[in-house]
């Protein structure tokens, strides 16, 4: 079989969790990689069994010839630029999200992606996310009904530091609900198959980065904010971020609500809960549910399924090992190169 030979643009933390995830994938390989900082041109040198041609710019690796595809992990506001190289090429793009930190930008780089053959594919890796996965699918088999609401819950730790701080203002970000809610924005509109018509949001730096100086000046980026959008359908979704609210379980909460049920995935615990409103309407005692079960349901691979009581249907989904670990940890975490 011959392999996918990739090319890492960009070795910070998030090119080196891709450098971990092709090399776990038995049908592909890093072949070069891009970076302008020689420290993490080293670490992501280190990960791999054989040394590999490094670059010090994205375009000597375009041209390079050793690569089918390439990973574009850059800092965000840099993402334009090495796009519209990339994108003159015949390789396959995968590209960090968010696409640009500008919205004329990505709309440039859609329309010089237009017609072109090779995959041009914008990470958004949170669909793939087991519990979440089959969360969608489920919804869009109908399980809850008709959706009219999808509510996401994120309480985590603030951003963590990067190469020369570049993280710390939303000129290069494209602002914290871009850098890492973009995610949410994605599940919304995919989960319910529509684009918005309308957005509201309020949000406020309130206690991250605040004493933090660099070159005089303070950092920019929101840690906490409120966003309600609303779709054609009259369906709604909403966003509650905290980037101060670390100490939980379980940082990501996504519900799905529709007439008939309701859908719940909870991470980094890879847990999955459904119920649905089997007795609406017949219930005779306040809270407890009649002619329901609950089942708990191993992934594949993972061992048994078994029957206990309960008011409700639990799917709960144990990712292994095998399955690209450092990818997981990483969007839990919200890691970015």
Not at 44 to 60: E, G, I, M, S
Not at 125 to 152: D, K, L, T
Not at 172 to 187: A, R
Not at 291 to 307: D, E, L, M, S, Y
Request: aromatic letters at 6%.
């Amino acid at each position: 079989m011959q392999k996918i030979r990739y090319g890492i643009i960009g070795c910070g933390s998030m090119g080196r969790e891709h450098i971990e995830n092709i090399q776990a994938l038995q049908a592909t390989e890093v072949t070069a990689m891009a970076d302008t900082h020689p420290e993490s041109l080293a670490q992501a040198q280190a990960l791999l069994k054989t040394p590999v041609p490094q670059f010090d710019n994205a375009q000597a690796l375009l041209d390079s010839g050793l690569c089918d595809a390439v990973v574009v992990a850059t800092p965000n506001f840099t993402h334009v630029d090495v796009l519209k190289q990339a994108l003159r090429t015949d390789l396959h793009i995968l590209a960090e999200k968010p696409l640009c930190t500008k919205v004329a930008d990505a709309h440039a780089l859609v329309e010089q992606a237009r017609g072109r053959q090779a995959l041009t594919w914008v990470a958004q890796e949170y669909r793939y996310m087991p519990p979440v996965a089959e969360m969608i699918r489920m919804a869009h088999a109908g399980a809850v009904g008709q959706i009219h609401q999808v509510s996401i819950r994120e309480h985590r730790e603030p951003f963590y530091p990067k190469v020369d701080d570049w993280n710390r203002f939303s000129e290069n970000t494209g602002g914290t609900l871009v850098e890492k809610c973009c995610h949410y924005f994605n599940l919304m509109d995919f989960i319910l198959g529509e684009h918005p018509v309308r957005v509201f949001a309020s949000g406020e730096q309130r206690v991250n980065h605040l004493d933090e100086r660099y070159n005089g000046r303070t950092p920019d980026i929101l840690d906490s904010a409120y966003v309600i959008v609303e779709y054609p359908s009259g369906a709604r979704a909403m966003l509650d971020l905290c980037m101060f609210g670390e100490n939980s379980v379980d940082n990501e909460h996504i519900i799905v609500v529709g007439h008939e049920g309701k859908l719940e995935s909870l991470l980094p615990s890879l847990t999955l809960r459904y119920g649905r409103r089997e007795d609406w309407g017949t219930r005779k005692v306040w809270g407890r549910a009649l002619g329901q079960r609950q089942r708990r349901v191993g992934a594949p691979g993972v061992g048994h399924q078994h029957q206990i009581c309960g008011p409700a249907l639990w799917r709960v989904l144990h990712r292994t090992p095998e399955v690209c670990p450092s990818r997981a940890r990483g969007a839990a975490r919200g890691g970015h190169p």
